[in-house]
């Protein structure tokens, strides 16, 4: 297994690889992005040097996706992370968290953050044991549920509005931040 910068030409692969990520993580239809959307911010970080591909004989079968905000150069911003299914338990996320790591790091980066489904047990584990920890939770509800505040009072109907408004951005469920130890292990997906 090796890791190596992505590039334009692995556009095929990884839409494959992102496609099924997606059904995988049975991500629900309000968080869904066209691959052509996806493959827009994708390339960006592939054109910016944080793009990565694991590969095994040849075979692409894993990603990570990051990028160093502007507003936050302190933070390497992991924005996808996949192994497919054949490639896991072989240390494959753990050496692309850790390319992106280090990449961050020569960047003038101290740490390293994520998002991460709340249902994910496998890849939660592997980012606790990587050393992150819960700094923010991304909430969302259906804008019907939080205009609906007829029977509620006045006082709290205002309250519920402001939460709801601050949450349809879409995001995953968690997110995490931490300095990333360089070690091999076990892997999963985001």
């Known amino acids: 297994m090796s890791i190596r910068p992505a590039t334009e030409q692995d556009q095929n692969v990884l839409r494959d690889l992102w496609l099924a990520m997606q059904d995988e993580l049975e991500t629900p239809p309000f968080l869904l992005e066209e691959w052509e959307h996806c493959w827009a911010d994708l390339s960006r970080h592939v054109r910016d040097g944080l793009g990565f591909v694991s590969e095994d004989d040849g075979r692409v079968t894993g990603f990570a996706f990051a990028k160093i905000p502007r507003e936050t150069p302190a933070l390497v911003h992991v924005t996808d992370l996949y192994v497919a299914p054949a490639a896991r338990r072989g240390g ?3 050496s692309l968290m850790h390319t992106v790591a ?4 020569e960047r003038g980066a101290t740490h390293v953050g994520l998002d991460v489904r709340v249902g994910n047990a496998a890849a939660t584990a592997l980012y606790r044991r990587l050393g992150f920890a819960d700094h923010e939770r991304f909430m969302a ?3 019907g549920r939080c205009s609906n505040g007829a029977s509620e009072s006045s006082g709290l109907r205002r309250s519920r509005r402001r939460t709801c408004r601050a949450t349809t951005k879409p995001r995953s469920s968690t997110r995490s ?3 990333c130890p360089a070690s091999d292990g076990a892997s999963t997906r985001r």
């Open 92 to 94: 494959v996320a753990r």
């Open 102 to 105: 280090t990449t961050g790091q």
């Open 141 to 143: 509800a259906e804008l």
């Open 177 to 179: 931040s931490s300095s």
